[in-house]
């Protein structure tokens, strides 16, 4: 057992962990499952979180910053927590009426350990089953997404925003490296349009972007719903929603400057009419 796990899973009252490539996994209780939402996510009501952590570990990931423990965060990918419970919590929660989900600000429901979980599916089928259906907006990066289009086409009033984040491989690899590949995601787009299913366009974070006219044309071709964009976040704070300085580092190191986002943007909005900067691209269905 390696020494991050040691210190990760130290608790005597938690079930041996097991692991799923580099990421270690195990199960916790939660009192709740759906959490108000505040700040960029204000036009919300509730996020919901399947895990904690995340075993994609995008080192921008602004949702390292929220983890109060400097081990934790500085393994951020390496450790990954199921709400073992949030189902039969989530089946507690009376009058939820068509409140506007967000689903998950801090983890992706269709990271790698979903796949054998099946945890993400199971609360999305619940919510389907709701006489009254709630708003829903699931953002991930996770082709895996596709695997539920049965349970995602009877939601109706669902969006699914992919992120994709460049228009190259190599430079995704750089930040994102055990995420999909970017055309896999645009595969997965396409499959969720073609089954009838709204679906987002996040270039966000935006990475650099080689050849931003392509780019624009092989987005707009998708005939998405929205498309929204973003640059780093940058925030010095402890708990504040701030990109990881690695990835700082590295964007800095390859000439990534917000000025050259800004003209980016610029190319790729000039060529898709209903692309929209920061929060509007995100908000509810
Ligand atoms: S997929 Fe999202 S939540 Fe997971 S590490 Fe990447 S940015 Fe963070």
Redesign the pocket.
């Known amino acids: 057992m390696s020494t991050v796990q040691a210190t990760l899973f130290d608790l005597p009252s938690q079930p041996v962990p097991t692991q799923l490539g580099r990421t270690f996994v195990r199960s916790i209780e939660v009192g709740s499952i759906l959490i108000p939402t505040k700040g960029r996510l204000a036009d919300y009501d509730f996020s919901l979180n399947p895990y904690r952590g995340?075993g994609?570990?995008?080192n921008?990931?602004y949702?390292a910053n929220f983890v109060p423990d400097d081990v934790r965060r500085n393994a951020?990918?390496e450790w990954v927590e199921v709400k073992a419970n949030a189902l039969q919590v989530l089946s507690r929660q009376r009058d939820l009426g068509d409140a506007r989900i967000y689903m998950s600000s801090?983890?992706?429901p269709y990271?790698p350990l979903e796949a054998h979980t099946l945890l993400s599916r199971s609360l999305l089928e619940h919510l389907a089953d709701r006489r009254e259906q709630p708003r829903v907006v699931i953002q991930t990066?996770g082709p895996l997404v596709t695997r539920d289009i049965d349970v995602l086409r009877r939601l109706r009033h669902l969006r699914v925003n992919v992120s994709v984040t460049t228009d190259r491989d190599e430079i995704r690899k750089r930040f994102?490296p055990s995420?999909a590949s970017i055309e896999r995601r645009l595969d997965a787009i396409r499959q969720l349009k073609q089954a009838g299913i709204k679906v987002g366009v996040c270039i966000s974070p935006m990475l650099p972007i080689d050849d931003p006219i392509a780019f624009a044309r092989t987005l707009r071709d998708l005939n998405a719903d929205r498309y929204a964009t973003g640059y780093f976040h940058s925030s010095d704070r402890l708990f504040a929603s701030g990109t990881g300085p690695a990835a700082m580092q590295l964007a800095k190191d390859m000439g990534w400057t917000r000025s050259r986002f800004e003209r980016t943007r610029q190319i790729i909005e000039r060529l898709i009419p209903k692309f929209a900067d920061g929060a509007p691209g995100f908000g509810p269905e």
């Open positions: 995340c994609f570990g995008c921008y990931c949702a951020w990918g801090v983890t992706d990271q990066r994102e995420c």
